[in-house]
């Protein structure tokens, strides 16, 4: 797990530390509101690294049987990509 941290923390501490005091008032990032608020989301920011990281096993498992990576690899990032909503949004789903 600390392999997939590091370039996630390399990136979002500036890109968080620039958005919080450069937006305009219209979109600005607030603090947590409460000490709840922010605990709660510490333990989703730690379980969406572990279903990341769960996900990477889950391609590396399947690549060891397999001759070339490029098929599975290329599947497993449609699936996620499908699935997270960035290409339909996840309010458009069915219940």
Known sequence: MPLSTA???LRAVPIFTI???LLPKDYEMMFPPSLGALAGWIITTFE???ISCTITNIINI???GSISD???TRLFSAIV???SGMIVPLPL???
């Open 70 to 72: 490029d098929g599975i």
């Open 7 to 9: 370039p996630t923390i």
């Open 93 to 95: 789903f069915p219940e």
């Open 81 to 83: 990509t499908l699935s």
């Open 62 to 64: 399947i690549t060891l």
């Open 19 to 21: 958005t919080l005091f």
């Open 48 to 50: 969406a690294l572990v």
